[in-house]
């Protein structure tokens, strides 16, 4: 039996020796093949496409996307990105294509196509966030002026300053007429009009006191598109 273990052993680690020799030889010979054997795989070709709505007209050049629909039009520039961009079926689709990418990097593919529904869906119905003015105890006072381009908050924690808020361009403000203390940010660009709200939100910060407890401010209730 002792015997019998011995030549297995032995022949155990002929074998293993052999394949490190194996690899040893291989390693010399291309030295650069082995990192290839583990390195991530790539696609070919991957493609994404998106429906062009009847009532948009669109306009790719240079991978600037231009916009146009019955609330005006919009333009979004996409050349920092490694993709093809071009429209087809007679410019009722638009595709994006991208060739020999790694599995995160074909993640832009789907985020052209959403920026690019989100223009159509800016320019056929626009875009609209609600703000619900909150308080305890001193009611916060907001005026709209310059045609719906400036909001003016006054009295929030009963401090005499006056916040001004000036909208982006194409970003109209004005008081809701079904709620009391309520805004309604209107616009076509979804980035404008976020960060129009974002504006207002972040200029009534509470500070050096318990957020928690002191819960005043202006805060976004809904948002999304306009329903016709």
Request: glycine share 4%; net charge positive.
């Amino acid at each position: 039996l002792k015997e019998l273990l011995r030549l297995k052993t032995a022949k155990a680690r002929s074998v293993a020796a052999g394949i490190a020799s194996a690899t040893l030889l291989t390693h010399n010979l291309f030295p650069l093949s082995l990192p290839f054997l583990f390195a991530k795989m790539r696609t070919l070709c991957q493609e994404e496409s998106i429906k062009v709505p009847k009532d948009v007209k669109i306009t790719i050049k240079s991978k600037m996307v231009e916009v146009t629909g019955k609330h005006g039009n919009l333009k979004r520039d996409f050349k920092h990105l490694p993709i093809e961009l071009y429209l087809s079926d007679n410019g009722k689709k638009v595709c994006a294509r991208m060739y020999f990418a790694k599995s995160k990097q074909l993640s832009m593919l789907r985020t052209v196509c959403s920026h690019i529904s989100n223009l159509f869906d800016g320019v056929m119905k626009k875009y609209e966030y609600r703000m619900r003015l909150v308080y305890a105890h001193f009611p916060i006072n907001a005026t709209i002026t310059n045609n719906g381009t400036t909001c003016e908050l006054r009295n929030f924690l009963g401090e005499k300053r006056v916040r001004v808020i000036n909208m982006l361009p194409g970003v109209k403000v004005e008081k809701s007429a079904q709620t009391k203390d309520e805004l309604v940010i209107t616009g076509t660009d979804i980035d404008l009009t976020s960060r129009s709200a974002a504006l207002i939100r972040q200029s009534c910060l509470v500070k050096n006191k318990d957020i928690r407890k002191f819960l005043d401010g202006v805060y976004v209730s809904s948002h999304g598109t306009i329903e016709d």
